[in-house]
């Protein structure tokens, strides 16, 4: 059985901010996505969803930690082992016209996979390949193919990005961000799309902000705050019981949840002598660590909150829900 494992993920970045220092975007993240499980991934903005699911299709390589797949560690694949990977491992990102060249007829997405994947296979063969895959994912060919991005509506090319990702053997699916883009129908098709193929077996990290979506589609849940995990179990104990207190904000919000967010509902981390101020440009929970200031330089003056490297202690509060302890 094939199963993806994220073990003890960290990932600093260089902050973008004046403070400099560096961004803990993860700390020592762990959890395992088995065959045919969703596993909701929420979050709010700048808490490190996206880095997680670019750690696992290997575009941001991780500070420690490993990613395996089937026990091989992704980071250790040769070119080929990659390109296997990828059959396997695929990932759809939240804005669709972005992964579409406007000058090129939107079915080009496929063409690209046809020359790494398939390039023994008749064009007759190929062709029944495309509208199998168009046809998982209700889409009609004659309504996409040979058409300009502009000339399909968000749920079309979002669903015909999750078609390439069928045309391969896909087993694991990282969907970031994917509903936020559509409108409310659009929504509820492309969600019981994902209902189906999780039921033949796909495997999906649905990646979102949003706690309804969240709650609709996935068996476990991971609520993800400062780039650590603060709750995980399974979905219904997490909507149903929730044990931290940042769970429980997220839920009493929402009624609003499709406002966007916004960031001053979360809190800087109360630390021992930390002055209760947050640095950074107020977008993103950008808190720099072990801040190395220069002592003559601009910026050495007032203390600047740190969050500890370290995650908080996550305890297991009933079997297969854990919780972490106050940060
Ligand atoms: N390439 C990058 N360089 C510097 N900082 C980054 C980069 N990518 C993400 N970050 C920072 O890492 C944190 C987590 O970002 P991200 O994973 O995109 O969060 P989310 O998807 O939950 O909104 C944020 O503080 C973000 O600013
Ligand atoms: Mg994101």
């Not at 960290?10 to 975007?25: D, E, I, V, Y």
């Not at 930390?274 to 072990?290: E, L």
Request: no cysteine; hydrophobic share 40%.
């Amino acid at each position: 059985m094939s199963e993806l494992k994220v073990h003890e993920v960290s990932k600093l970045f260089q902050a973008t901010t004046r403070a400099g220092g560096l961004t803990p975007a993860l700390r020592k993240v762990s959890f395992e996505l088995r065959q045919g499980e969703v596993i909701s991934l929420i979050g709010e903005s700048g808490s490190g969803k996206t880095t997680i699911g670019k750690v696992i299709l290997r575009l941001v390589r991780p500070s420690s930690g490993t990613v395996t797949y089937d026990g091989k560690d992704i980071t250790r694949y040769s070119a080929r082992g990659l390109r296997d990977y990828y059959r396997h491992v695929q990932g759809v990102f939240q804005d669709p016209f972005s992964s579409y060249n406007p000058i090129y007829h939107a079915d080009r997405v496929f063409d690209l996979l046809r020359d790494v994947y398939f390039a023994r296979l008749s064009d007759a063969a190929w062709n029944d390949k495309i509208d199998a895959a168009l046809h998982a994912v209700a889409l009609n060919p004659s309504d996409v193919l040979g058409k300009y991005p502009h000339e399909l509506s968000g749920g079309q090319q979002q669903r015909l990005l999750i078609a390439r990702a069928l045309l391969l053997d896909v087993r694991v699916l990282v969907a970031d961000e994917i509903i936020s883009m559509l409108d409310a129908s659009t929504r509820v098709d492309v969600l019981n799309l994902l209902v189906k193929l999780k039921q033949e077996g796909l495997a999906i990290l649905f990646i979102t902000h949003d706690l309804s979506l969240g709650n609709y589609v996935s068996d476990r849940t991971i609520i993800l705050r400062h780039g650590a995990i603060a709750e995980i179990g399974p979905t219904e104990m997490i909507f149903g019981n929730p044990q931290h207190d940042y769970t429980k904000m997220l839920l009493s919000a929402v009624p609003e949840l499709h406002k966007k967010w916004r960031h001053t509902a979360l809190g800087p981390v109360a630390l021992p002598g930390d002055d209760g101020a947050v640095s950074g440009n107020g977008s993103a929970a950008v808190i720099p660590v072990a801040v190395p200031s220069n002592p003559n330089g601009r910026g050495a003056t007032a203390p600047v909150p740190v969050i500890p490297l370290e995650p908080p202690v996550l305890h297991e509060f009933e079997p297969g829900h854990l919780v972490a302890e106050p940060e």
